[in-house]
């Protein structure tokens, strides 16, 4: 199969998917379907997600303290690479370095069509470690959840954890930290 038919397959299913959607038998419950995307919401990983949360509390906000100072080191060693990366790039002539070479995700293009389910099944186990952890935090910071779930968006597939907004904004800095490095640090 060459990539122009995969994403004429991709845009027809999407097409069918949405028409499906309006009608009156779409039946499953909190689909959020459009021209490129799906939502589904679910609460049942929401007990589960909370017992992991509230075992083991100071087990837990020790490894997401540790996230936050990892993420700040990763965040200041990307810096670092960036502008490295910028000044090879726009000055060759001053430096014997190759700027690093970055290209998007295209099914068929970048990544082989024999090759993509390989890639689809390693994305979604990584979203689903990154959102639990998220979740995990979040309980383990007395933040709830609303909801948990999976979406599609194009021909990327993903995960979320949905914590109450309200209860987050009111949390200490140090817990937003927590909750917001642990998915980070789980796909460290």
């Not at 639990?132 to 933040?143: L, P, R, T, V």
């Not at 999976?150 to 200490?172: D, R, T, W």
């Amino acid at each position: 199969m060459d990539s122009l038919t995969f994403i004429l397959i991709i845009i027809f299913a999407w097409i069918t998917l949405s028409s499906i959607s309006r009608t009156s038998w779409f039946s499953i419950k909190n689909p959020e379907i459009g021209p490129g995307f799906a939502y589904f919401r679910t609460k049942r990983l929401n007990n589960l997600i909370t017992r992991i949360g509230n075992r083991g509390k100071i087990f837990w906000r020790l490894l997401w303290d540790i996230g936050i100072i990892s993420g700040l080191g990763i965040l200041f060693t990307g810096l670092i690479v960036f502008s490295i990366n910028l000044v090879t790039f726009f000055l060759p002539a001053t430096t014997d370095v190759t700027p690093i070479a970055v290209a998007p995700v295209i099914p068929g293009i970048t990544v082989s069509l024999k090759s993509l389910p390989y890639f689809i099944v390693a994305i979604m186990i990584g979203a689903i470690a990154h959102e639990f952890a998220h979740g995990i935090a979040a309980i383990n910071e007395k933040i709830s959840l609303k909801s948990t779930g999976i979406f599609v968006f194009l021909f990327f597939f993903g995960a979320f954890v949905e914590p109450n907004e309200e209860v987050f904004i009111k949390a200490s800095n140090r817990s937003k930290m927590r909750v917001m490095a642990a998915g980070g640090l789980a796909n460290m």
